[in-house]
């Protein structure tokens, strides 16, 4: 079954510097791997998608993520933290029985001034 | 374009008492998933309809339950609550076209049952 482990419950940056959230993944085969963001009393937004294309992915409001076959890992990476960023940011892996989607933990980003 | 939609945005509901929340996908969207999201479990799936017709179910009782009418609309129903079935329960649609596309959320609705 497809699964994916964040490997920080928290991480706390100072405003300006860059982040690190760190995903691994476990698949069969190669899979549909997301990264969403949920700020306070608010839904999902989606930051990015990897789908088999380029292993490295651009996404919305400066986050990017590679994809690593070998480590099995999508770890995302701003250059420079806003205060804006504090949120809680879900890994995730399209599951295999098809038309769903399974989460990790989430990891809450905390940005210090 | 109108993002996904969901009503109402808060609920607070009895033990035994049953539920039912409504969520409006995006325009051209055919397929709707439900998940359920509490702190000590996550985010957990629940169902996914595409033309009115259920294509999976993630591990839950059977008191919850689900639709899709013919506009795509689904609504979700939770029967005889329980306390552990507070939470915020998400839809998110999908416009099932090309490849892997991606699931768009709604705010939610918070589900308390007191």
């Known amino acids: 079954a497809q699964s994916v482990t964040q490997l920080d419950s928290h991480v706390s940056v100072s405003e300006g510097t860059p982040v690190l959230l760190r995903c691994n993944y476990s698949s069969s085969y190669s899979p549909s791997l997301f990264w969403y963001v949920q700020h306070p009393n608010k839904g999902l937004q989606l930051l990015l998608k990897?789908?088999?294309?380029?292993?490295l992915v651009k996404g919305i409001n400066g986050f990017e993520a590679e994809f690593k076959k070998s480590e099995t890992s999508f770890h995302l990476t701003k250059p420079s933290a806003h205060m804006s960023d504090a949120a809680e940011y879900f890994c995730v892996v399209e599951s295999n029985s098809g038309y769903a989607l399974n989460f990790g933990k989430g990891t809450s980003l905390l940005v210090t001034p | 374009k109108a993002g996904v939609t969901q009503t109402p945005r808060y609920l607070i509901k009895t033990r035994g008492q049953q539920v039912t929340l409504s969520c409006s996908p995006i325009?051209?969207?055919?397929?709707v998933s439900w998940y359920q999201q509490t702190p000590g479990q996550g985010l957990q799936f629940l169902f996914e309809?595409?033309?009115?017709?259920?294509?999976n179910k993630g591990n839950f009782p059977g008191r919850f339950s689900g639709r899709q009418f013919s506009n795509s609309r689904s609504e979700m129903n939770v029967s005889t609550l329980e306390l552990g079935d507070s939470a915020l329960y998400l839809c998110?649609?999908?416009?099932?076209?090309?490849?892997?596309?991606?699931?768009?959320f709604g705010q939610g609705t918070r589900l308390t049952v007191v």
């Open positions: 998110a649609s999908s416009p099932n076209t090309g490849e892997r596309p991606e699931a768009f």
């Open positions: 990897y789908t088999s294309a380029a292993t």
């Open positions: 325009s051209g969207h055919r397929s």
């Open positions: 309809y595409f033309s009115e017709t259920q294509r």
